[in-house]
């Protein structure tokens, strides 16, 4: 398993990806190319990581002398910068130099980026940011969370099978519940789109083709009872945002509790332990980053602000992506996956 | 003061509306109407409080025969339960006979019946359910959260205007600043509709009647930034109720962290004290219930599932909403708050 990571995008880049890379290196055993400024990753092996002579086992460095900035447009980056990481990087995969890849980088360009250079799977009309959100069952994967602000019907049928196969591959669960994410659970609910795309998932639903579960609500992402939540990617975008604010803000309120006074201070200690099991739980770090699926190659989005331990778990995630034969299996199925397919039933 | 009560509406009625109000006419001195089945109504202040020869000090009752259920349809039943305790109750609002009106019950059907009794203000295209959002700053309106699937942008600039006098007038801060619920910060994010609204907005503000701050994330309506945070009732209620799950979600994370055994759970009783102020926050009993904007007259929606104290707080905030001047400041500026008008600037 070899994984090409984007070495110059992301907050603490390259930093965060040269360390995160030499861990997923030696406790996964992946192979992990570093595409970026030589001179920099070098730096960072060899004042940070202490290798002076020899690169750490598994990693190797491809030269990439641009850098694409948080401030670059995505659609001109690609044209424009193409001695970037994450041009050259994506180049590197679409011609087969590594199984998967990583980057913390620009998300707008990063989806052009794989759009353009791997490209989507024929048939596969928009490719779909899904991030697994930690609830009660173990989490639900919300797609698309922020790739497509427009969506029609068709993308979201596709969003509801692309998820459907990744909760199974990746997360190994058999017969995924997919519900679409709505403001009621009648299926009255919603606007037009969803009250259209409702009638297309029950009619593959009705083929056996699909395990939908009719609408579900916002809450109802975190209490439980879907495994694929379909969302038009302005709505997952706002649900996203909206949980991972709330968590922060609970997190802070919590921690201010125990910084009151000396007291206070002392209960938050006894019960640091104790709560380390939910901030884990809301942690992204350990699930790595989000998949990008539709694309004929895995790619995977680590937050911005990805340290070490993030990068290492999303290479680890690429490399299961990889693994899983999702790709393999969208490809198999795009006659079911695509609008007339499921019309003509 | 007088506020107009359905006291059949919600899963708890008329227990949580019969003490609710009783709880408000003693500690705010607000007269309440309770409407509803009186022989019930009889029943919870003989049985439960202990009333036996006069009612309460401050508390009448209207009869209403019918009661509304979740389950009835919202169209029909104005039309068809007309001695139910919703239309009588909005009736009565309608005549004059209280100052405002609190309802736990069916959500579409008081929506409807509010828009078809007291009625909208004139020029007011849609009313829209506005609750306070906890944040870092005190608290965010978050308007519509589900009143309107399907918006357009004057209607999203109406629900602008509406929540920055509800914010001036209700929670008293000058100058409220209004955020536009989006993907992204940038002025090219969000669906069509975001971004015909956000020419609304921004046309308004260099005209100097509205505050507005640009699109805000769904992470920001929680860390703080707007006063006001507009957005079409589809998405303003999936963001809601993925706020909801998400506080319900690490609430009981941490109980059931200390629940493990005997050492955690007197650690947990050790630190219940220092915890309750973060549950004061997250809880919705203090705040009352949701106001319902856009109508001739107060109205609030309780949550369904309204406890008595919360009925109390509805009731205070009836109250309030009264006093204020919002409506008043809404039908003053009707001119300003027309499409044409902001058009023609």
Partial sequence: MKIIVDAMGGDFAPKAQVEGATMAAQEF????VLVGRRAQIMEELEEELGYHKALPQGISIVEASEVVTMEDDPARVIREKKDSSLVVGLNLLKDGGGDGFVSAGNTGALLTGATLIPKRIRGIRRAALSPVIPNREGGALLIDCGANAECTPEYLMQFAYMGS????????RENPRVGLLSNGTEESKGTALQQETYKLLQSAHGAGKLNFIGNIEGRDVLLGGADVVVADGFTGNVLLKGIEGTAMFIMGEIRSAFRQNAVTK???LLVKKNLRGLKNKMDVSE???????????????????????????AIRQAGALAKSGIIEDITANIDTISIKQTDGE
Same sequence: chains 1, 2.
Avoid at 292 to 310: F, S
Wanted: proline fraction near 2%; hydrophobic fraction near 40%.
């Fill in 266 to 268: 002392l209960k938050g």
């Fill in 165 to 172: 196969y990744y909760v199974r591959r990746v997360l190994g």
């Fill in 29 to 32: 055993g992946i192979e992990v």
């Fill in 287 to 313: 699930v790595g980053g989000t998949a990008l699926l539709g694309i004929t190659k895995p790619v995977i989005k680590a937050h911005g602000n990805a340290d070490a331990r993030t990068i290492r778990s």
